[in-house]
């Protein structure tokens, strides 16, 4: 009997070459954005301490509840790979001794994350993110540029459909004060409500607003909410958040009921959907986390951020983004001349690419049509080259490999 075909796990994907050039440039264009911003690369490691991830994310979200992949290694030491990517970045600030650097701290990152989800169109269990944060400083210009840069970014990609939903969930202070007013509201009506929102209602009754089930959002329609509730400075806050956004003309809609999935928010959340998706319409969204820092050890220090789906772009992405392929000379023949101009013209800084699979010369010449090739180097096994201006329809041979690539960089074709 034959043994079972072997497949990538569910809810993961291979990256073929076809999809990605577009992936590509899509960390082009938010490296671009964000670096030119002054947002600095950081990289976390792919697994973290279990314990960063309650603390952090929150004991009753339900990514730490039922979504976390979480092993024990061989030391006896609860891991998690990580399922989001600010916790693992504020730890490293913690850590590194970030805070003494002139603030606020800006960095960026592009990397894989990992939840156990439901898999469906545009949601994996391994996927990756785009993601900015800003830390050290409570400024609502911080959140108006977060959101800015963002959009800035999917406006590039061509991302079709969007809409930015923009909330507040004041300070701590106020949020505990409304989760009594909130929880009280939820017993009063619980037997209208699903049993996983009653569970939570002591845990986390704001999680109430996020229910699919038709009867809790029936209930939900006339709970009071949070942004009714802020206090004077939140408010004035949030105010100044919206100032910057309607002089930048970017439009929004303001929304009582966003939450966000993650405890550690506070004061502005914000989410961009893209209707082309469907139901499931997020793109990509954030907000501020003035305590997460300190929840994780270190000093108080307000922070701002976001993070955008790369699966869930692509998918709404009106014209999927290709970069150019370039190549600027194409060497026809396998000899050792050959490999030695090949090697020559990649020291010269030229994109250079190799007869690999013992075609005619026929053949070569074709291929180099396939890729592209301003120029073709057919080079025999005595040393002679012949280069053939691809662009130009001119050919002529070359005294040795270092006329040949002077002759390229000269008339190099972009």
């Known amino acids: 009997m034959a043994a079972p075909k072997l497949q990538a796990p569910r809810g993961t994907y291979d990256v073929l070459p076809e999809v990605a050039p577009a992936r590509l440039a899509l960390e082009s264009i938010a490296r671009r954005v964000l670096e030119g911003a002054g947002y600095e690369r950081i990289e976390t490691p792919v697994f973290e301490a279990t314990e960063l991830f309650s603390r952090g994310v929150g004991a009753s979200t339900d990514i730490v509840q039922k979504e976390m992949y979480t092993f024990t290694d061989a030391g006896g030491r609860s891991l998690t790979l990580r399922p989001e990517g600010t916790a693992p970045i ?12 002139s603030q606020p701290v800006k960095l960026w990152y592009l990397s894989p994350f990992f939840r156990h989800e439901r898999a469906q169109a545009g949601r994996f269990r391994q996927f990756w993110q785009i993601g900015a ?10 959140d108006a540029e977060s959101i800015a840069l963002l959009w800035a970014i999917l406006a590039e990609l061509g991302v079709g459909g969007i809409e930015l939903r923009l909330g507040s969930l004041g300070t701590s202070a106020t949020r505990a004060s409304y989760r009594e007013e909130l929880a009280a509201y939820l017993r009063a009506h619980q037997q209208r409500l699903s049993p996983e929102v009653v569970a939570r209602i002591d845990l986390n009754p704001l999680r109430a607003f996020d229910a699919d089930h038709p009867g809790t959002r029936e209930v939900m329609a006339d709970a009071p909410v949070l942004m009714d509730a802020l206090a004077a400075e939140d408010r004035e806050h949030f105010e100044e958040v919206r100032k910057r956004l309607d002089a930048a003309g970017i439009a929004y809609r303001l929304d009582p009921t966003l939450v966000r999935g993650l405890d550690y928010y506070a004061r502005t959340v914000f989410e961009f959907t893209s209707d082309v998706l469907g139901a499931q319409s997020a793109v990509g969204g954030g907000g501020r986390y003035d305590g997460l820092v300190e929840q994780l050890g270190g000093p108080h220090t307000p922070g701002c951020g976001w993070a955008a789906g790369v699966e869930r772009i692509l998918l709404s992405a009106e014209q999927r983004p290709l970069p150019r392929a370039v190549c600027d000379l194409y060497v026809a023949g396998t000899g050792v001349p050959a490999f030695a101009l090949a090697a020559e013209a990649r020291q010269a800084g030229l994109n250079v690419q190799v007869e690999l699979a013992g075609r005619s010369r026929k053949g070569q010449r074709k291929q180099a049509d396939r890729v592209g090739a301003g120029f073709v180097a057919v080079v025999e096994d005595d040393g002679s080259i012949v280069l053939e201006d691809v662009v130009n329809g001119e050919s002529e041979a070359a005294p040795g490999a270092s006329a040949a690539v002077a002759h390229i960089l000269k008339g190099r074709h972009l």
């Open 133 to 142: 944060e800003t830390i050290g400083t409570d400024d609502p210009a911080v």
């Open 90 to 101: 504020c730890r490293a600030y913690v850590e590194h001794g970030m805070q003494v650097r």
